[in-house]
């Protein structure tokens, strides 16, 4: 496996046993033994700081957002604010009125999606999941509007060269729209280094509550968009005659927003670049290779997606076993993986598979995390060979 581009020079170091107490959940029994979890892909646990802060908020701070003048309504709008600004320089995006708050990576790229009438032209994948970029380039043209990609494949691992893939659209004429949910957890993202026109990503998946997520976009192009929802907070004057909509990033965010959940994703960001994104990107990526040659020695294994670069995703077959079946016996020995076609049906159809299990690493996970893994998928052989 190549060098993670997703690491820089900086020596990188986890105290891992000192992160995993902010996990309490990971100290939980499952089927009476320990658990390990490395379904983090699908939604990472939460740490400490965040259920704080969340609890925090809703002890001392909630009331209801932009609307009111009374201390509490301040205390929460000012909470809410300050989260927006949070991600804003979490992302390095130029301003907050790019900052918009939704539920997850599906509503960003919904709303997103939901402006264009566009037919589909799809980028072919090779065999080990990786994207041909002069192929891809080769499908741009001057009718492109929009190109739409995962920074990081959440079936296969593998790492998409996004800045190129920005270029090349933008040279086309076209806006790239990046779906960084497995990104954001595991690399440090800067939209305007990037050159992004629109990334979204879900806090769930980086160890902040569920229900709340980002659509960042460039400004002009929020600001040329039509709202998606009606509703309170998104507008300005309304009359029978005539509405006018509010100002960004208030023009997305109809109805009352999840206020906890951004106090929470604010405290996740803490939390992340706390530990240093580059930590934990160098920590994940040496449980990823050591898993991979693990599984790589057995026979009845196969390893689906096996790009040169890759983060925290690893996906595999056991020859003769259904996918959920494997999925079962390594739940019975307390091992939680994801088992099917991760969302991503058209990636199955071309490896030929029905799914596959995938392990997915995140922070908290050790050494120990994959020789379970390991002893456990050897169990599964035992039970079906
Ligand atoms: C790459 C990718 N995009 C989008 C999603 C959907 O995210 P959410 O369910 O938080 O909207 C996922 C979740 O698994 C994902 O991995």
């Not at 002890?59 to 300050?82: K, M």
């Not at 891809?136 to 509007?145: A, D, E, I, N, V």
């Amino acid at each position: 496996m190549a060098a993670n581009p997703l690491l820089g020079t900086k020596p990188a170091v986890l105290d891992v046993e000192a992160v995993r107490r902010d996990f309490p959940i990971l100290a939980t029994s499952v089927h009476g033994r320990p658990l390990t979890y490395l379904d983090s892909a699908a939604s990472s646990q939460r740490a400490l700081p965040v259920i704080r802060a969340v609890e925090s908020y809703e002890t001392h701070s909630h009331a209801n957002v932009h609307r009111g003048v009374h201390a509490l309504s301040q205390a929460a709008t000012a909470a809410f604010e300050g989260a927006r600004e949070r991600v804003r320089r979490f992302i390095n995006a130029a301003s907050v009125k790019e900052i918009i708050f939704v539920r997850g990576t599906t509503e960003g790229i919904n709303l997103v999606c939901e402006q264009t009438g566009a037919s589909l032209r799809v980028a072919r994948i090779n065999r080990r999941g990786e994207v041909p970029f002069e192929e891809f380039q080769r499908q741009l043209g001057p009718r492109t509007r929009l190109v739409a990609f995962a920074h990081i494949s959440n079936a296969l691992g593998t790492v998409l060269p996004v800045k190129r893939m920005i270029e090349a659209a933008h040279a086309h004429g076209a806006v790239a729209l990046i779906d960084g949910a497995q990104a954001v957890p595991h690399s440090q993202v800067d939209v305007r280094a990037l050159g992004a026109d629109f990334y979204t990503f879900s806090g769930h998946k980086m160890y902040a509550p569920t229900g709340i997520g980002v659509l960042y976009g460039r400004e002009e192009l929020l600001a040329a968009m039509p709202p998606w929802q009606g509703g309170g907070d998104m507008i300005l004057t309304v009359s029978f005659e005539k509405t006018t909509y509010n100002e960004l990033p208030a023009k997305f965010e109809a109805g009352t927003p999840n206020i906890s959940g951004a106090v929470g994703l604010a405290a996740a960001m803490d939390y992340l670049e706390g530990l240093g994104i580059e930590a934990i990107a160098a920590h994940e990526q040496r449980l990823l290779e050591l898993a991979t040659a693990e599984l790589a020695r057995m026979p009845e294994i196969e390893i689906v997606g096996t790009a040169a670069h890759k983060a925290a995703v690893l996906s595999f077959t056991m020859k003769g076993v259904h996918a959920h079946d494997l999925g079962t016996i390594l739940d019975a020995e307390g091992v939680a993986v994801r088992t099917g076609h991760h969302c991503a049906m058209p990636v199955m159809t071309f490896f030929g598979l029905p799914a596959t299990a995938r392990a997915s690493f995140a922070c908290y996970n050790t050494e120990e995390d994959v020789a379970q893994l390991t002893s456990a998928l050897k169990r599964a052989h035992e039970v079906f060979g």
